[in-house]
C-alpha cells in the first residue's frame, strides 16, 4: 500500500508564492508519474502539472510560467513550486503518483488566494 504525506498549503495574497511537497511511502518501488492535479469549488478535478521519471514536464496552460513542478526520487517526494497565485488558483491540490501496477492519490491540501 501506497500513502502520500502533503504539506504546504495555505492563505496567500494575490501575487504570491507557496510551495507544496507529497511525500511517498510504503509499497514504492520504480515510481514512473509524479504529478499535481485540483479541484476547486462546483468544478471538475484538473491537471496541473506531471513529470516523469525521465523529467520532462508537463503543464496546465493555466500555470505555464508561474508553476515549477520538481522531484526528489532519492527521498520519494514531488513538489509544486508556485509563484504569481491568482484567485482564480483556488482549490484542493492533490498529488498523485503510480508505477508498476500500483497508483495512489494524496488527501488534498488547501490552497486559497484572497486578499
Known amino acids: 500500500q501506497v500513502q502520500l504525506v502533503e504539506s504546504g498549503g495555505g492563505l496567500v495574497q494575490p501575487g504570491g508564492s507557496l510551495r507544496l511537497s507529497c511525500a511517498a511511502s510504503?509499497?514504492?518501488?520504480?515510481?514512473?508519474?509524479m504529478g499535481w492535479y485540483r479541484q476547486a469549488p462546483r468544478k471538475q478535478r484538473e491537471l496541473v502539472a506531471t513529470?516523469?521519471?525521465?523529467?520532462?514536464?508537463n503543464y496546465a496552460d493555466s500555470v505555464k510560467g508561474r508553476f515549477t513542478i520538481s522531484r526528489d526520487n532519492a527521498k520519494s517526494t514531488v513538489y509544486l513550486q508556485m509563484n504569481s497565485l491568482k484567485p482564480e488558483d483556488t482549490a484542493v491540490y492533490y498529488c498523485?503518483?503510480?508505477?508498476?501496477?500500483?497508483?495512489?492519490w494524496g488527501q488534498g491540501t488547501q490552497v486559497t488566494v484572497s486578499s
Open positions: 513529470i516523469p521519471r525521465s523529467g520532462s514536464t
Open positions: 498523485y503518483v503510480a508505477g508498476p501496477m500500483y497508483s495512489a
Open positions: 510504503g509499497s514504492i518501488f520504480s515510481i514512473n508519474a
